[in-house]
C-alpha cells in the first residue's frame, strides 16, 4: 500500500522527517517497505533557471540554428546555440543550466553538457514545454511572462511538488488503516505515547446542503445481507474534464493515473477515507431506479475492461430497472460509466458483505483497489460521510448541483463491539506492568471508548471499524503496539520447561528419513496442497468424489486438496527435466486429504521420485548406469530398516498408477506401494523417461515403528562362514520363496540369505534362470566347522532340488 507523505500532512500536522515517520510506523505495526521520491515534474527542474535573451543572431553554418547571449542572474551572460523557430531577443526563458539532469518522456535521464554545435560554443539549453516535463508542445521553446525575475528557479515558478511516499506492507487484518486517513489515525496515536499532542484533522462536510430535488433515483436492496449499507444521491450539471493539478499529483504520488475529474475523486476519496465510491452515469440508469440483487446463473454482464462474463447466483450486482450495471464492490460495468459527455450522475457509497466481496472477486478474477477493502472490511459508519465529501469535491471542481436527498438504506445497523479487558491480563501477556494511565490514554488516542473503569479493568466499546479487535487479547496487542515492543524490558532471567517427548514423534521420524535420504543424494521437495481436478482422470484408484472442493478457488488448476502426491511431485519432475536436470531424485512429506460421505479426512505419506541415472556423469563411474526399480527398492528397504521395519509381506501392487510394482505391507496393514509409473501418466507432463515411484503410508510406519521392540545382543566373538550355491531355477520361481525356505531349513546358524548375481539368456535352457545365492551361518557359542555347515547346506540342496526343482550348477 503507497502512502503520500503530504496527504497524510492534510489530516495530522507533523514536522518529522520522512525517515522519522517511517520508523514509528513500523513500530505502530504499518511496516515501511520503502521510501520512494515523487515529482511531480521528474528531476524537479533542478538547475533550470528563467533567463533572458539578450541577443539572438543566425549560425553562419545552419540555417536552422541561432547563437544567443543569455542573462540567467551571473556576472556574464552565457551562450547557447538554440535551433527553436520561435527564440528571439528579449524574451524570458527556461534554461537547462550546465550539469542539469533531464528526462525523456519514457523517463530516460539526459544531462547538459558544455560543448561547440557547427563551431559555436553552447553553455545550456533553452527549453521548450515538452523538455521539461511540464506538457508535450514541442512547437517551439517555451516562453514566460515578461514579468518573471531572471535567475528565478524554474521549480518555484511551476510549483513543483515533491513528496515522499511510503511503501507499507499492511497486513491483511489491518482493514483500518487501507487509507491516509487511517494510517494518519495510527500516526497520531504513536506521537502521543511520546509526549506529542497533536490533533486528527477531519474534513469537514458541514457546507453539503441539496440544491434541488429535480432528479429523484430510487433505490431498492433486495438482498438486505450481501448489503447493510447503501448510500446514493445525485449530481447535476457537471461538467467532466480532467482534474486540477492539485489531485492529479495526489494520484500519481501513489500510482494511479487520472482519468477524469469524477472518477478521479472517487478514487481520491477511497485513498484518502477508505471507503469506496461509484459514480454512473444517470442518463443510463433506465426507470430512474437502482436495484442491489443477485442474477441468475449464467446472466451476461461485460464489465468495464471490455470481458463478457458469466455472472454466478450469489454474485451482488447494481441493477437499473431492465439490466446490471456493476458488480457490486467489485467492478463497473462498461454501459453505465462516467464519460466525457456525463452531465448528470449518481454517486453510490456502501457497506457491501464481505465474504461475498471476497467470493465474487476471486470467482472473476478480478482485484481492485474497491475489492481489496471491502473484502476487509471498512467502517461501516463513514458511509454517508465519505459520500457528502465526494459530492462537495466534485461540485467544486466538477460544478454542477446536488439535486436529491440522500438514499441511506440501513436497516440493521453494524454495532460496535463490547470487550472487557483485565489489567492483570494486560500484565500476563505483556509481561510487564504499564500504567493505568497510560493504558487509558491509549485506548483514547485508538478512538476505543472507556465506558467503565473499576480497579481490576475496563469496559470497553471498540468501534465497527476495528473488526480485527473482538476478544481481550486483540486489545491488549493494541496497547502493546502503541506502547512499543521496544519499550518492554528484557527479562535478566529465562525460565523454561524440559519436555519429554517420544522418540517416535513424526517430526524425529521426518529429521532421521529426511537425513538420510539426503545423504543418498535425494533433494527434499515441498508441493502445494491445493492441485488441479482433471489428475484424477489418470487414474482409477483415486475417485472425484472424495475430493475435498475449494469453495472459493484461486484457478481451476488449484480447485482441490490432492488426494496423492504423486502429481504435484510429477510437476516438480517436469519442471527440472524442461531445464536440463534430468537425473533427479525426489521426496515428499505431506498430507493427502479426503472426502468419504462428508467426513473429512487427512492422511501423511511420504513420497519417492526417481528418474534419470543413479549418479551424475563422470570418468570414475563411466558407462552410467540408470535407476531401476530394484534401485528404488533398495532405497525402500534401507527406510524401514533405519525405522527397525525388517519383517514384512510382499505382494503385486492393486494401484494402477503403476505398469507393474510391489505392496509391502504387515498384516493388513499397508506400509509402501512402489513401482514403475505408468508412461502415459509421466507423458501427459511431457516426461518420456522412465519414472519410479514410491508412496509411504507414513501414519501406519510411524504406528508399526513404535510396536517394534528392539533388542540388544552383545557383539558375536566368533566368526561367520559363506557359502555360496549356483542354482537353476524355473524362471518363475521368486527369491522370496527361495529364502523362505532357506530359514525353514535352518532357524538357528543361518544368519542372512542374499542374493548376488541373476543371469537368463544363453547356455541355459529356454523358461530357466541362473541365481547366485551366499548364505551366512555364525554360531553364538563357538566356532562352526565344515562339517557342520557341509550338513546343513546338504539339506538346503535338497529341499530346494524338492521343492523348487532346483539344479546345483
Known sequence: MKISYNWIKQFIKIDWTPEQTSELLTDLGLEVEGLDLYQSVKGGLEGVVVGEVLTCVQHSNADKLKVTTVNIGQDQPVQIVCGAPNVAAGQKVPVATIGTTLYTEDGEAWTIKKGKIRGEESHGMICAEDELG????????????????????????????????????????????????????????????????????????????????????????????????????????????????????????????????????????????????????????????VEVKTLPTGTKFTTLDGVERELHEDDLMICNAEKPMC???????????????????????????????????????????????????????????????????????????????????YPNKIEDFQVRLSFEKVTKLIGQEIPTETIKSILTSLDIKINSVTETGLGLTIPAFRNDVTREADVIEEILRVYGYNNIETSSKLNASISNASRFEDYKLQNVIGNQLAAQGWFEIMANSLTSANYLK?????????????????????????????????????????????????????????????????????????????????????????????????????????????RYQENATTNDVFSEGLQLSIGRDTLVNFGVLKSKIAK?????????????????????????KIKFTAIPKYPEVRRDFALLLDENVTFDS???????????????????????????????????????????????????????MNKLQNNFEKQLGAELR
Open 738 to 792: 527361495l529364502q523362505a525356505i532357506a530359514k525353514k531349513t535352518e532357524k538357528q546358524l543361518l544368519k542372512n540369505v542374499n542374493l548376488f548375481d541373476v543371469y537368463q539368456g544363453k547356455n541355459l535352457p529356454q523358461g530357466k534362470k541362473s541365481y547366485a545365492v551366499s548364505f551366512t551361518f555364525m554360531d553364538d557359542r563357538q566356532t562352526l566347522t565344515d562339517k557342520v555347515v557341509d550338513k546343513i
Open 327 to 409: 458488480i457490486a464492490g467489485v467492478f463497473g460495468g462498461i454501459d453505465s460509466g462516467v464519460t466525457e459527455h456525463t452531465t448528470n450522475i449518481f454517486l453510490e457509497s456502501a457497506y457491501f458483505n464481505p465474504v461475498s466481496v471476497r467470493k465474487t472477486a476471486k470467482r472473476h478474477g478480478l482485484n481492485t483497489d474497491a475489492s481489496f477493502r471491502f473484502e476487509r472490511g471498512i467502517d461501516p459508519k463513514i458511509t454517508e460521510y465519505a459520500l457528502k465529501r465526494a459530492a462537495l469535491l466534485i461540485q467544486e471542481i466538477a460544478g454542477g448541483e446536488i439535486t436529491s436527498d440522500i438514499a441511506d438504506i
Open 134 to 289: 511540464l506538457g508535450k508542445s514541442h512547437d517551439g521553446i517555451l516562453v514566460l511572462p515578461e514579468d518573471t525575475v531572471v535567475g528565478t528557479p524554474c521549480a518555484d515558478l511551476f510549483d513543483v511538488e515533491n513528496d515522499q511516499v511510503f511503501e507499507i506492507g499492511l497486513t491483511p487484518n489491518r482493514a483500518d488503516a487501507m487509507s491516509h486517513f487511517g494510517t494518519a489515525r495510527d500516526l497520531k496515536a504513536g506521537l502521543q505515547q511520546k509526549g506529542i499532542n497533536v490533533e486528527l484533522i477531519t474534513p469537514s462536510v458541514s457546507a453539503y446542503h441539496v440544491d434541488s430535488r429535480t432528479l429523484k433515483i430510487d433505490v431498492d436492496v433486495l438482498n438486505k445481507e450481501l448489503a447493510p449499507r447503501y448510500c446514493g444521491v445525485t449530481i447535476s450539471g457537471i461538467k467532466v474534464e480532467a482534474s486540477p493539478e492539485w489531485l492529479q499529483n495526489r494520484l500519481k504520488a501513489i500510482g494511479l493515473s487520472p482519468i477524469n475529474n469524477v472518477v478521479d475523486i472517487t478514487n481520491y476519496v477511497l485513498h484518502d477515507l477508505g471507503q469506496p465510491l461509484h459514480a454512473f452515469d444517470a442518463s443510463k440508469i433506465t426507470g430512474n431506479k
Open 684 to 708: 501427459h507432463f511431457d516426461i518420456t523417461q522412465d519414472v519410479f515411484y514410491a508412496d509411504f503410508n507414513w501414519d501406519t510406519i510411524i504406528e508399526v515403528a513404535k510396536r517394534n
Open 538 to 646: 489418470l487414474t482409477d484408484h483415486l475417485k472425484t468424489e472424495h475430493n475435498v472442493e475449494m469453495l472459493n478457488p484461486l484457478s481451476q488448476d488449484l480447485g482441490v486438496m490432492r488426494q496423492t502426491l504423486l502429481f504435484s511431485g510429477l510437476e516438480a519432475l517436469s519442471h527440472n527435466i524442461n531445464r536440463r536436470q534430468t537425473n533427479l531424485k525426489f521426496f515428499e512429506f505431506g498430507k493427502t486429504y479426503h472426502d468419504y460421505n462428508g467426513t473429512r479426512e487427512e492422511y501423511k505419506h511420504l513420497s519417492l521420485l526417481v528418474t534419470g541415472f543413479k549418479t551424475e556423469e563422470s570418468w570414475s563411474n563411466a558407462p552410467q548406469a540408470k535407476t531401476n526399480f530394484f534401485y528404488l527398492k533398495g532405497i525402500i528397504a534401507s527406510i524401514l530398516e533405519r525405522l527397525g521395519i525388517t
